[in-house]
Structure formats: C-alpha cells, structure tokens
C-alpha cells in the first residue's frame, strides 16, 4: 500500500467520504506524497508525453504567437511572460528560443513561471539557465503589469468535482471506504445553484464536472490583461461544456484504476473550455471561439516550420520529425482531441490564429 493510501483510508475512516477534488488535490500535490510533488512524470520514461515534449516546433509557434501579440498592442517597454505549470521548461525554452530575433522583446520582458511541484521547478532551472526567471506558487503572485501567459496542459491537472444528476437534484462523487478498501460512491442528491442552468441540457444520471480553481486563475489573469493589456494562450485536453465522466489516471502510458494507487498515477479530467471563457467574460476580457490543436497549428504554420525542419533531416530524425508532426496535427491523435483559446483585451486584439468568440 502506498504512503499515501495509507493517510486517505485513515482521515475517510475518521472524517467520512472526501469529494473528487480533495482526493485529486491530495495525489497530485500532497506536499510529501503527492503524484508532481516527488516526480517529473513526462516523457516516454514517464507516465504521459506532451505537445511541447514531441516537437520543438509547438513552442516555436506558440512563441511567435505571443510575440505577435505583444507587437501588435504596440510593443510595452515591460511585461510579463508567464506561463503555468511549465512541466520540464521545454515550452517556455523554445519560446524563449525561437522570440529571441524579435527586436527588444527579450529586453521588455521578465519571465514567471508558476509551478507548485518542487522536482520541476529544479528541471526547469536547468532547461533556462542563462535566463532571468521568477518562480511562484500561484498567479496571484503575478506583476500588476501588461501579462502574457501560455499554459498547456495545466487545467486538465487542476481538481474536479463531479455529479450526477438525479431528478431537479445533483449527487456528487466521493471518495469513500469499502471493506476498508478506496471505493467510489455517490452523496446524496441535492439541488445545486451553480448547476442550474445545466438542468437545461441534461437528464437523469448525466455526469456534469465543475473545477473549483478554474475561476480563481482565470480572474487574476484577466483583472492584468483588461487592466494592463496582454493575452492568454491555454492548450489543453478537452471539450466545450463538460458533459459525462472524464475523471481518468494514467500510468506509465496506461489507464489505470484512479483509486489504485494514490500519488503514483496521474490523474486528469477534461478541460471545460465553456467554464474558462465565461470566467474571463465574468472579468471583461474577451474568449477566442476554442480551436482544435491541429487548426490553430496550421494557421500558425506547422507546414512550412516542418519542412523547414524537415530539409536538414534524414534517416531515423526525419521519420521521427515527420510522426511528431502526424501526432501533433492528426484527428486521429492530439490534433482534435487537443484544443486551445485565447483570452484578449478586446476582439480585435485577439492573437495570430484564433477568432473572437
Ligand atoms: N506544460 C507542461 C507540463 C504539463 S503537466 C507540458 O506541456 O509539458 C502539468 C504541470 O502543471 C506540471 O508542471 C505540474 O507540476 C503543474 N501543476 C499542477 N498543478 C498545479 C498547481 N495547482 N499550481 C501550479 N502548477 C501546477
């Protein structure tokens, strides 16, 4: 039994069922025990692998993406290029790589990065020596200055509730014992204000998930973007509108049982893109339409970037560099199932490659 295990059956056995969200909030980020906490968990060693982590080509558009942005809101002499949960730094490394041509945007920016696991703050101080970067726990700690911010899957990280609907009422999961063995169950049924207005769309038994933490970041973000000017780039797996179960653990490239082994597996749901621009609606700022991974490559131009690429390769490289591209870009792999938005000022200032809403 992991350590971990261990305190969950103890404090549910003293204190009755946890939600969803503690018990994610506890395997990903329990300060001794928790999944991020003691781990870096990307790549093909690892339990998962990431768009930044398959090419260099997604931080390279990506980065000329926020560069454009910063041009055209007219260049601000200082800003903030943050970005959150940066995993290895691979992201922010071929930002910082592919933007360093881009007259005096080097000079105007200071780097933050926002990350709560100890063992990938160590790998990104490695990835970014060289650079001036700032580490912070949360984005609250964030300059009250113009703010660019990328994240790519950050939300999908982030502790979830989830109910059921039963009748004009919602049951939500939770995390309790059976036979002394983690069980999942259902709480009581009971009408949630929140969940209203899903009461349109839904009928019994549809499983609807909420993110507790999704409104909190988004806010700050965008109080810095209306006030100060910026953009918001997120990429992550999910969806408009959360509708059904997404709660899911992955192991060593495999779906494995949630309950299993706390603080051993990674453990995600879907990202409700819905709740991310009306959090930032609720703020003044103004969401992109979500686009799929693949589209919003596309308009940045992955094509010519892998040809490019593609011209100063052979043999095992090329082949390799030709499956990033597929699985990057593909329906069939990250090109759908990935989606990304933008959160802008105002419309016309959205970035290269998305729409306003
Ligand atoms: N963006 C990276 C890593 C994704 S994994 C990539 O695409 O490769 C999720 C990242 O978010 C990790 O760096 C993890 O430590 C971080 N993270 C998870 N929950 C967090 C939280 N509540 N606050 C800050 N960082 C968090």
Not at 333 to 339: A, H, R, Y
């Amino acid at each position: 039994m992991t350590a971990l295990k261990d305190i969950l059956i103890r404090r549910i056995a003293q204190t009755g069922p946890i939600s969803l969200a503690d018990y994610m909030g506890e395997c990903l980020l329990h300060p001794e025990h928790g999944y991020y906490t003691t781990r870096d968990p990307l790549g093909a060693a690892g339990d998962f692998t990431t768009a930044p982590e398959i090419s260099q080509m997604v931080g390279e558009l990506l980065g000329l993406c926020l560069a454009q942005s910063w041009l055209n809101q007219g260049a601000p002499a200082h800003f903030a290029l943050a970005e959150i949960g940066p995993g290895r730094g691979t992201l922010m490394t071929d930002i910082l790589r592919a933007t360093k041509s881009v007259p005096g945007m080097h000079d105007a920016m200071r780097v933050h990065l926002i990350e709560a696991s100890p063992t990938l703050r160590a790998a990104q101080k490695d990835r970014l020596t060289g650079y001036d970067v700032t580490w912070c726990d949360h984005v609250t700690e964030l300059p009250e200055a113009p703010l660019w911010v990328i994240a790519n899957e950050f939300f999908d990280a982030l502790p979830i509730r989830q109910f059921t609907r039963k009748g004009e009422g919602w049951a939500e999961t939770q995390v309790g014992l059976k036979g002394g063995a983690l069980t999942l169950g259902l709480s009581a049924p009971t009408p949630l204000a929140e969940l209203a207005p899903r009461l349109d769309d839904t009928t019994d038994g549809d499983v609807v998930e909420t993110c507790p933490s999704v409104a909190p970041v988004v806010t700050e973000i965008a109080q810095r973007i209306a006030d100060h000017g910026g953009a918001a780039v997120f990429v992550d797996y999910g969806d408009w509108r959360s509708l059904g179960d997404t709660f899911q653990a992955l192991e060593a490239h495999e779906m494995v049982d949630p309950l299993a082994r706390p603080g051993q597996a990674d453990l995600t749901a879907h990202v409700d893109f819905e709740a991310l621009a009306q959090a930032a609606q609720r703020s003044g700022i103004v969401p992109s339409q979500m686009i799929p991974q693949g589209m919003l490559l596309a308009r940045l131009g992955i094509s010519e970037r892998a040809e490019a690429l593609a011209a100063k390769l052979s043999g095992e490289a090329l082949e390799s560099h030709a499956r990033a591209f597929d699985r990057l870009t593909s329906p069939a792999e990250m090109g759908t199932l990935f989606k990304a938005l933008a959160l802008a000022p105002s419309a016309d200032k959205m970035p290269p490659g998305f729409n306003a809403g």
